[in-house]
């Protein structure tokens, strides 16, 4: 199992970048496929961009061309880099791992998730 901390939301105007980042103990970290999820108030989590071990990604049409994923084995963290920031982004953000094999664009796919992060937008 790992443990996941995620850090670096807050609050953002519209346009604006954030880069946040997700932290986890344990030596098997490069095994897990890794995945960022938000939930915004009053709806159901919903998947923002996956990372293979081997680094391939998928992401969110929702995101597409805004926000780029990205894994450092070595530092056992993935970062999700936001840029052009809209309201609608605002969320809590979750990052998760979970075993390769799984359909990484849903919640099932992962078993281990961390706290979450606030990240507002104001427009």
């Known amino acids: 199992q790992v443990q996941l901390v995620e850090s670096g939301g807050g609050l953002v105007q519209a346009g604006g970048s954030l880069r946040l980042s997700c932290a986890a103990s344990g030596r098997t970290f490069s095994s897990y496929a890794m995945g960022w999820f938000r939930q915004a108030p009053g709806k159901e989590r919903e998947f923002v961009s996956s990372?293979?071990?081997?680094?391939?990604?998928y992401y969110a049409d929702s995101v597409k061309g805004r926000f780029t994923i990205s894994r450092d084995n070595a530092k056992n963290t993935v970062y999700l880099q936001m840029n052009s920031l809209k309201a609608e982004d605002t969320a809590v953000y979750y990052c998760a791992a979970g075993p390769p094999g799984r359909i990484a664009t849903m919640t099932q796919g992962y078993d281990q998730w961390g706290q979450g992060t606030q990240v507002t937008v104001s427009s």
């Open positions: 990372i293979t071990r081997s680094g391939g990604t």
